[in-house]
């Protein structure tokens, strides 16, 4: 989703796009070195090798920026909540537990992760929801603190 939202039950209160494009600078990078090395040797420039490690290392990477931006994005609108291509209406969140805290694993942390990931994706950190049909889950975000805010707020007004 692109471009600023129409609709106030729509708008975005809180979005994380998994990664970023500037990763794709690696491959041309990449494709320099190859040409840095190759001259400093006394090869003189030859493009054949550092052409073909710009084109595979950004092929490599535009495959990678592309999964982790459909499976670890996250979005809350006063609706919704995605994480990676799930999308769980929050009528279906009935409460945010508080985050973890003291050496005792809180209940929440063993349960299912939201999105189509096995688990809390690497680099995120997980957040506690009671659901309406009597199970747990994690949300998760790299900025959770954030999320755990806005969502806390969201469920939090529509309780009252």
């Known amino acids: 989703m692109t471009g600023p939202s129409t609709t ?10 998994g990664a970023s494009w500037a990763w794709l ?4 990078a990449a494709g320099a070195a190859m040409l840095a090395i190759q001259i400093s040797a006394g090869y003189g420039p030859q ?3 550092p052409g073909l490690f710009l084109v595979l290392v950004s092929g490599f990477l535009t ?3 592309k999964a982790a931006r459909i499976h670890t994005s996250v979005e809350l609108t006063r ?6 291509a799930e999308i769980t209406k929050l009528t279906e969140i009935i409460e945010v537990y508080p985050p973890a805290s003291g050496p005792d694993m809180p209940k ?7 999105g189509e990931l096995t688990g809390v994706p690497r680099g995120r950190t997980g957040i506690g929801v009671k659901m309406s049909n009597k199970r747990t889950a994690q949300a998760w975000a790299r900025r959770h603190a954030k ?6 707020k969201l469920v939090e007004d529509r309780a009252s």
Request: no cysteine; hydrophobic share 45%.
């Open 8 to 17: 106030a039950s729509s708008e975005r209160l809180f979005y994380e796009p």
């Open 25 to 28: 600078l690696a491959g041309p």
């Open 47 to 49: 493009p054949l090798v």
């Open 63 to 65: 495959v990678q920026v």
């Open 79 to 84: 609706d919704t909540l995605r994480q990676g």
């Open 108 to 114: 929440w942390q063993a349960a299912r992760a939201l």
């Open 147 to 152: 999320l755990r805010e806005e969502l806390t």
